[in-house]
């Protein structure tokens, strides 16, 4: 099975979405690393910097294929071979709805164009991707004759795109069923995630006969975006025993990477990467899990397997065996009675709906037996910011580290960022920020605002902290440095 990428070209099209074309390098580069056989790295007839990029992008020498899109002219496709891309996929739209609204083209003339513009790619190109647009709403009887026409015209694989989203898994096994017996050319399948079944839908046509399946970081895509990669990718490694070639430990990270760049967050519910994936809070939960991790997890899915992290969490429904384990994990370890309160505290802040982090539990474990506040590796003596509308907001950062004294500064993409980029250069270990929320906690522009970070130390343990005040920046700051001091912990 091989993985075609469209995260450059359709996941850009996500409302609100442009990369830089430094993200863009990083991200062909990233998507190649971790197995991707083909990315499509953009529509080069769409702009002239659009153009570079994908130029740029297959100059980069990357073992995967770099393929360009094209509409059904000429021109379009000039504009890919110009780019040497590896592979020109050309679309046109196919279902009566599309044809008569956009191109304004008879169904004759659409196999006409197909059969011209697939062979015109192929007398450049070696590799040709044709897609019939809006195929699942296409008369199937037509959309068989499309796909031929394109087969006989040399196109070497068709993809089988659900523009709007509106097939059903069953119904995508029918179709895609009938094509692979009836085309005679290796399929591919692009579902739109309309319905919240793009990944599904995807699966069901490789069930059916497909031998690629389009896919995008993160979901991304037009409206509700497309199939997902790290989920597709997994169901079809862990559930159906079909190799990808993708690197499943790095599905985390390339799922971090391009939530930062887009500057979509990652749902905590999201399958596969997300933050709850692994994580685990009631009491029945966590001391299965203790016990066994396939108790409460698939078990075929492993959070090391896609380079994630198992946690236990606190909230109001934790147990004495979550709570235990997680103090005794920074050497604190309670008596029967000390737990018991610790535990009691912990489920009453939670019942209010507050979120109870690392160092909150640490702290109410020390408050509850009496034991001194552990060692802090970092004490902040003055943190300067600046920030404009002509300026590159800077933050330069003076603290006690270890004992010495130590200065850094750091730019970024606004104030908090620079900030906290200066807070974590300072310091000796090499930490990542893996969660950043902010919320306001009363209203206007004067509001209180409640900071929660997490931190990956250098063992892959994360540690959450919280700062709190009416400044944005100092309440990020606070947080992160209480996050860094607990990663110290020994
Ligand atoms: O959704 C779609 O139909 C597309 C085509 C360009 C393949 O993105
Ligand atoms: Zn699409």
């Known amino acids: 099975m091989t993985v075609f990428d469209t995260t450059?070209?359709?996941?850009?099209?996500?409302?609100?979405?442009?990369?830089?074309?430094?993200?863009?390098?990083?991200?062909?580069?990233q998507l190649s690393d971790i197995g991707v056989h083909t990315i499509e790295a953009g529509f080069p007839a769409s702009s002239a910097p659009e153009k570079e990029t994908v130029a740029a992008i297959k100059r980069l020498g990357l073992s995967a294929n770099i393929c360009g899109l094209a509409r059904s002219?000429?021109?379009?496709?000039?504009?890919?071979?110009?780019?040497?891309?590896?592979?020109?996929?050309?679309?046109?739209?196919?279902?009566?709805?599309?044809?008569?609204?956009?191109?304004n083209k008879t169904r004759e003339q659409v196999l006409g164009i197909t059969g011209d513009i697939v062979r015109y790619v192929r007398d450049h190109v070696d590799k040709c991707m044709f897609s019939p647009m809006d195929a699942t709403r296409t008369d199937a009887d037509y959309l068989v004759e499309?796909?031929?026409?394109?087969?006989?015209?040399?196109?070497?694989?068709?993809?089988?795109?659900?523009?709007?989203?509106?097939?059903?898994?069953?119904?995508?096994?029918?179709?895609m069923g009938?094509?692979?017996?009836?085309?005679?050319?290796?399929?591919?399948?692009?579902?739109?995630?309309?319905f919240g079944l793009a990944v599904a839908n995807t699966i069901a046509a490789v069930e059916a006969g497909a031998s690629e399946v389009q896919v995008t970081v993160n979901g991304l895509g037009?409206?509700?975006?497309?199939?997902?990669?790290?989920?597709?990718?997994?169901?079809?490694?862990?559930?159906?025993?079909?190799?990808?070639?993708?690197?499943?430990?790095?599905?985390?990270?390339?799922?971090?990477?391009?939530?930062?760049?887009?500057?979509?967050?990652?749902?905590?519910?999201?399958?596969?990467?997300?933050?709850?994936?692994?994580?685990?809070?009631?009491?029945?939960?966590?001391?299965?899990?203790?016990?066994?991790s396939e108790t409460f997890e698939p078990?075929?899915?492993?959070?090391?397997?896609?380079?994630?992290?198992?946690?236990?969490?606190?909230?109001?429904?934790?147990?004495?065996?979550?709570?235990?384990?997680m103090l005794i994990d920074v050497h604190i370890e309670p008596g029967d009675a000390e737990l018991d309160t610790i535990v009691e505290r912990v489920k009453a802040i939670a019942s209010r709906g507050k979120?109870?982090?690392?160092?909150?539990?640490?702290?109410?474990?020390?408050?509850?037996?009496?034991?001194?506040?552990?060692?802090?590796?970092?004490?902040?003596?003055?943190?300067?910011?600046?920030?404009?509308?002509?300026?590159i907001p800077t933050a330069s950062v003076r603290a006690q580290v270890n004992g010495t004294e130590h200065v850094f500064s750091s730019v970024g993409n606004g104030p908090v960022?620079?900030?906290?980029?200066?807070?974590?250069?300072?310091?000796?270990?090499?930490?990542?920020?893996?969660?950043?929320?902010?919320?306001?906690?009363?209203?206007?522009?004067?509001?209180?605002?409640?900071?929660?970070?997490?931190?990956?130390d250098e063992h892959g343990r994360i540690y959450d902290a919280s700062g709190s005040g009416d400044d944005i920046v100092l309440a990020s700051v606070d947080a992160l440095v209480n996050a860094i001091n607990l990663t110290s912990r020994e």
Request: charged fraction near 25%.
């Open 8 to 29: 450059l070209r359709d996941g850009e099209q996500t409302p609100g979405i442009a990369f830089t074309f430094e993200q863009k390098i990083d991200i062909a580069r």
């Open 222 to 292: 037009e409206r509700a975006g497309n199939a997902d990669l790290a989920q597709t990718v997994m169901i079809m490694e862990s559930i159906y025993g079909i190799r990808t070639g993708i690197t499943k430990e790095r599905l985390v990270e390339t799922s971090r990477l391009i939530s930062r760049f887009s500057g979509i967050g990652i749902p905590p519910t999201q399958p596969v990467v997300g933050e709850n994936v692994f994580s685990h809070e009631s009491g029945i939960h966590t001391q299965g899990v203790l016990k066994c």
């Open 299 to 325: 078990g075929i899915m492993t959070p090391e397997m896609v380079g994630h992290r198992r946690r236990l969490t606190l909230g109001k429904h934790v147990g004495r065996h979550a709570v235990r384990q």
């Open 355 to 391: 979120r109870v982090t690392d160092a909150d539990l640490y702290e109410i474990a020390e408050s509850v037996m009496g034991i001194a506040v552990g060692k802090k590796v970092l004490r902040l003596e003055d943190i300067a910011i600046m920030t404009g509308n002509h300026v």
């Open 146 to 175: 499309v796909c031929r026409t394109a087969a006989a015209a040399g196109a070497t694989i068709i993809n089988i795109p659900d523009t709007v989203g509106v097939i059903s898994p069953s119904g995508m096994k029918t179709l």
């Open 73 to 103: 002219v000429k021109a379009d496709v000039d504009a890919c071979i110009d780019c040497d891309v590896d592979m020109i996929h050309v679309f046109i739209p196919t279902s009566d709805i599309q044809r008569e609204n956009t191109i």
């Open 178 to 194: 009938r094509l692979a017996r009836e085309v005679g050319c290796p399929l591919d399948v692009h579902c739109h995630n309309d």
């Open 417 to 456: 960022d620079a900030a906290l980029k200066a807070i974590v250069g300072i310091i000796p270990a090499r930490i990542q920020l893996t969660e950043f929320n902010i919320e306001a906690i009363s209203g206007g522009s004067d509001a209180m605002c409640h900071v929660t970070i997490a931190v990956e």
